[in-house]
């Protein structure tokens, strides 16, 4: 799993040990980041998921109050329309401001780009 930043640069891979969309993964993720950032800093996050995440972010209490203020998280924008109505409306990247028209599908470009390496490695 990568995190990417909004230029599609790799910021940091997680070594997935299992399959599947473990949030786990994503929460590492999400921590490392707020690890190295000021404490004023907000993030947005775009996350195939990303509707899932909230929910068991704020019933779990995985961050502190803090970090979940500074964090707004959305889906991508092709993954968005596999989610129900209601879900798009409020987690589409495209109605929130300071997203402007990332499509968030940095990580499968990064994917097909690495994706000849396979065979060789």
């Not at 203020?69 to 129900?84: D, M, W």
């Not at 589409?92 to 690495?114: A, N, Q």
């Amino acid at each position: 799993m990568a995190m990417l930043c909004r230029h599609d640069r790799v910021l940091w891979l997680v070594n997935m040990t299992s399959a599947g969309k473990k949030q786990h993964y994503a929460l590492a993720l999400i921590q490392r980041l707020f690890n190295h950032l000021p404490s004023d800093m907000s993030v947005g996050l775009l996350y195939d998921i990303g509707c899932q995440l909230e929910r068991s972010c704020r019933k779990w209490d995985f961050f502190s109050e803090e970090i979940i203020s500074r964090l707004t998280l959305t889906i991508t924008v092709f993954h968005a329309y596999g989610h129900q109505w209601p879900c798009q409306v409020i987690y589409h990247p495209w109605k929130h401001v300071g997203f402007g028209l990332l499509d968030g599908e940095g990580c499968e470009r990064l994917w097909s780009f690495l994706k000849p390496l396979i065979p060789v490695l």
